[in-house]
């Protein structure tokens, strides 16, 4: 009757309301709170070169800072049992869908089976240019069976629809009428009228395909990237011309930091289009395939 993929959804290691002024009952997990100890040295390299911009050579404290860390982190790796108020923290994984699309070259057009790789010349033994991946479907069917269908509609060639003989009905409007009758034979011989299932299919995502729709995920990617920190940028400004009390500097530094945060939003809302835009009936380039990947490698991300 119908079929999709299974799309994004919310992931909680434990769900409650909580109060930062509140104590709680907690317990870590020692081994997790140890592999943050084992990697803090590419960590910190991480968010200093590429969320900061600079460069770890540069920071003249580093290794007060990740002394004072890697303390707190055995502190609380040695006292795993935990009785006190929660900080809340609001994680997110930034453009996760844009930056799977580009880690794995995912498109529309890239989706192969076995034919098209069969007639590919780079399609030889050795090559890296065929990556497979997994993704969940969906599919809602009947639960009558095939003779139950055949004699459903071999009962209603003999009947009308509408004052309208079967026969003489357009194939769409046969088919209409046969699932109508199907269902409602469902509903009193089986209780239910529908089926769901998922499994687990894997696709071939081509490595070799032109890389157009890649290409322009990036584009816009990086270029929300240069926005938001134009709009830093001019915060910062605004701030410091408000402690010295100059309006005019505050309202230009104002003004440009709202116009580069519209832009930023802006190329937001169209680089999650480009993973939205994929499962619109009618699409130029619509698949299923990759819109179920692409939620799926999310979803195992946030679960690792």
């Known amino acids: ?21 509140i104590s709680y009952d907690f317990s870590v997990v020692p081994a997790r709170v140890q592999r943050l100890i084992d990697c803090i040295d590419r960590d910190l390299a991480f968010a200093i070169e590429v969320e900061g911009g600079g460069s770890v050579g540069d920071v003249t404290n580093y290794d007060a ?9 055995e502190r609380l790796r040695d006292n795993p049992v935990r009785h006190e108020r929660p900080y809340i923290y609001h994680l997110d994984v930034g453009a996760m869908y844009p930056n799977i699309i580009l880690t794995n070259r995912l498109q529309p057009s890239s989706i192969k089976n076995d034919a098209d790789c069969a007639g590919c010349p780079y399609n030889t033994a050795g090559s890296d240019c065929k990556r497979r991946m997994d993704w969940v479907w969906r599919g809602d069917y009947t639960p009558a069976s095939r003779s139950e269908y055949e004699h459903t509609r071999d009962q209603l060639a003999t009947e009308s629809v509408d004052g309208m003989p079967f026969a003489r009905l357009s194939e769409k409007e046969q088919a209409a009428a046969v699932a109508k009758r199907l269902k409602d034979y469902a509903r009193k011989a089986y209780r239910k009228t529908k089926v769901t299932t998922e499994e687990v299919r894997t696709d071939v995502v081509c490595m070799k395909e032109n890389s157009f729709y890649v290409d322009t995920v990036r584009t816009f990617r990086d270029r929300r990237y240069e926005f938001k920190q134009a709009t830093k940028k001019w915060k910062k400004e605004r701030i410091r011309a408000e402690k010295a009390g100059d309006h005019a500097a505050r309202k230009r530094a104002g003004d ?9 939003v802006a190329h937001k809302c169209i680089l999650n289009s480009f993973y939205g835009y ?15 990947i692409v939620t799926k490698n999310g979803a195992d991300l946030i679960r690792q």
């Open 1 to 21: 009757e119908g079929e999709t993929y299974i799309g994004g959804h919310v992931e909680a290691l434990e769900s409650g309301v909580y109060r930062s002024d």
């Open 65 to 73: 800072v990740r002394s004072t860390i890697v303390t707190a982190l």
């Open 256 to 264: 440009q930091e709202l116009v580069y945060d519209s832009l930023q």
């Open 278 to 292: 994929v499962m619109r009936k009618g699409a130029r380039w619509r698949s299923m395939e990759m819109a179920g």
